[in-house]
């Protein structure tokens, strides 16, 4: 059995996407956040939307029935439950991993199509490792000695507020004060 053209594209296309996602999922996104939760939705995501794509890449479709596969994806996402932005932001990255490696054909050369997949996986890989490390992270604590909370006694709700979460906050933000329950939310600026 001879393989056509078309189906050596298929699998070396098919190779390539998965390779750029196993990077993206398995070397950028576990490796932080260890979390399997996610690993099987993003690869099946990215596989599906390859496959997808590259058939019907091949077809003319008219516009309102690409728009009605766009709304079927959207009413499945609003009927799932919410998933975390980061992770939202991951499905995204595989869905158009997918699809550029799908849809890039031969009027795309490989060196733009090698060039955009290292782009995204290079910014990925940037900003969840160095610019994502140098944010602050918030937490919101609720706090019961309201007398703190008096600009003379800023310096003590800090050295306060310190002590008791055991971490170096680098500022603070007063937010809802309760007189009735002598509490005040207070939100805190750490480093990771």
């Not at 994806?73 to 609003?78: E, I, P, S």
């Not at 992270?137 to 003379?152: G, V």
């Not at 971490?167 to 939100?187: A, M, W």
Request: aromatic share 16%; charged share 20%.
């Amino acid at each position: 059995m001879q393989l056509s053209s078309e189906m050596i594209d298929l699998v070396l296309r098919f190779t390539f996407n998965a390779a750029i996602a196993y990077i993206i999922i398995k070397g950028i996104y576990y490796r932080d956040f260890k979390n399997n939760d996610f690993i099987f939705s993003y690869f099946m995501f990215n596989t599906l939307i390859f496959f997808f794509a590259y058939i019907l890449g091949g077809i003319d479709i008219n516009m309102g029935f690409a728009f009605g596969l766009f709304a079927v994806f959207a009413m499945l996402r609003y009927r799932t439950n919410p998933i975390p932005i980061k992770e939202m932001t991951y499905l995204f990255i595989v869905i158009t991993v997918g699809v550029i490696n799908a849809l890039s054909g031969n009027m795309i050369s490989l060196g733009a199509l090698l060039f955009t997949n290292f782009s995204i996986v290079l910014l990925t890989f940037i900003l969840e490792n160095y610019w994502q490390n140098n944010l602050l992270i918030n937490r919101t604590i609720d706090y019961e000695n309201i007398e703190n909370i008096k600009p003379e006694n800023h310096e003590k709700l800090l050295a306060d507020l310190e002590e008791r979460t055991g971490i170096d906050i680098i500022y603070y933000d007063i937010q809802n004060i309760n007189f009735l329950r002598d509490t005040v939310k207070v939100k805190i600026y750490t480093k990771k």
